[in-house]
């Protein structure tokens, strides 16, 4: 690439199961380390009930494990586009807002980036799934705003957006000799995206590469649907799933279908 000062525009890559935070320097790697030394931050939130703090990542799922008592969220991505957005939980004690539970871990990206950094990011490349709904624009377009609102509440004052397909495009075209028609797979933990680009090391540099992105498209369907199947084959059976009542009638689903599923575990958790 043709630079020779970093740039000012930090890129989160938010994602279902794992984030990770890139910064374009002359002679330095690119991905920030967020954890222990790693590339990645699960994107995991932890409410601790004893100390009373969020704690993120591989720690938080550590400490989950350890058995300390709290709240596991997963999967928080999934609450974009999701009616439970507009809604809220209770964590330690008071009432927390989803939008704002998606700013913590978000806010979190931002802090251990600028600390590696040691500079404060005010521009941001954020990025998204072809559709974070399926079959529905209006949603669709409500979830990426969303995410807008949150980047503006934590300081980020330039907001832009790169398909998440096409980002993995560019990656692999960093790496090529010559110019090749690809076409990328990115299955992730709630979506998979797919893109056919054209890519060569010639048009790398160009600016504008519309002409370049020959289709995009993309499902709702990743790594977490494997792990609600689990759930429901595995687990929400001892729990009566599936089963009947003492009317005979048939068990009522929805908070078997809310338990095996991460983001919306959420609506479950109620004094209730
Ligand atoms: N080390 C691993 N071992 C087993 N499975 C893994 C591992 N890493 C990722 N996966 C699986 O791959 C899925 C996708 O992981 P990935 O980190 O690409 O998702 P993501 O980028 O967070 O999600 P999305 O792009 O949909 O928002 C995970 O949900 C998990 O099922
Ligand atoms: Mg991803």
New binding site residues.
Partial sequence: MPFSTPARACGI?F?????TVGWLRPDAETLIELEDGKITLP?VVFFNLEERRPVYGRLALQEYLEGYEGRLMRSL?SLLGSKLLKSETTVLGSALPFKDLLGFFIGELKNRAEAVADRPFEEVVLGR?VFFVDDDPVADLEAQNTLVAVAHKLGFKDVSFQY?PIAAAFDYESGIAREELVLIV??????SDFSLVRLSPQRRSLAERHDDILATGGVHI???D?DKQLSLQGVMPLFGYGSRMKSAAPMPTSTHLNLATWHTINAVYSAQ
């Fill in positions: 890559d994602g279902t199961s794992n984030s994107s991505k799934p998440e990115d299955i992730g933990g709630g979506t990743g790594g977490t494997f």
